[in-house]
């Protein structure tokens, strides 16, 4: 994997993991896996990056977590968006499309004017 | 949690260098998320969970690159901090320990006796003569 891509994925991952919280809650490695299946293993982040963004978020008060005992003894910790993550996701959104609309209109010139 | 589990996330911990509350957060979400991995792959090995999760040193490196550098500034300054306090205890304890060697030694082998200062002095008496004198 290329490091450009590592830099693309690590700057939309925000983006997507609010993006698949705000359809329904989930936990971590079930948004590791989502992202992986609905890309159909084209985006895949590590496990790093999906947790340290879930704490930052959750401190930034994007997201909050609600613990639920699995099994026994275990703590599964469910992420859901809060009210500042709909509107954090939705500037994110309005940026990435931006960019890419952006983006889009360089290469569609194919650099006619810079010659 | 099984022992390739526990071999991977203690293999993370040891390139994770930040304040010690984030690194608690961070390796119990990771710890919690390789228990999710271990219920639905039960009999996975170290190479299955490096497939899955990221080799550890790219998983610690790919977390201390999403960390602010005033972050791990911060967390190096407390090092920095520990290792002073550490030196300078070692230092007192050594300082401590010669000093009680030096005075056991000195009451096992008799006590250090100095010298009385002897002082010489003179001066010219009427006839012109040196007078010499010793005084204790």
Known sequence: MGQGQDNFKRGTAEMLLLFLLSKEEMYGYQLMNVLSERSEGRYNILEGTISLLMLKSEEAGFVKSK?????????????????????????????????????????????EDGE | MNKQTKKYLSDVRKDI????????????????????????????????????????????????????????????????VVLIAAVVAILILAI????????????????????????NTYYVNENGEYI?????
Not at chain 2, 44 to 63: H, K, L, M, T, W
Not at chain 2, 96 to 119: K, L
């Open chain 1, 67 to 111: 613990s639920v005992t699995v099994g026994k003894r275990r703590i599964r910790k469910y992420y859901s968006l809060t009210e500042k993550g709909e509107e954090r996701l939705q500037k994110l959104l309005d940026e990435y499309k931006d960019t890419v609309f952006g983006i889009q209109m360089i290469l569609g010139s194919g650099g």
């Open chain 2, 17 to 80: 260098h930040c304040k010690t509350s984030l690194k608690k957060a961070f390796l119990s979400e990771l710890k919690g998320n390789l228990l999710d991995f271990e219920d639905t792959h039960p009999d996975a090995d170290y190479e299955q969970i490096c497939r899955s999760f990221g080799i550890p040193e790219n998983v610690a490196s790919e977390f201390m690159g999403s960390i602010e550098v005033k972050e791990i500034k911060k967390a190096f300054q407390w090092k920095k």
């Open chain 2, 96 to 119: 401590y320990v010669v000093a009680s060697f030096i005075d056991g030694h000195s009451q096992m082998h008799g006590t250090i006796v100095e010298n009385p200062i002897v002082e």
């Open chain 2, 132 to 136: 010499f004198e010793t005084i204790n």
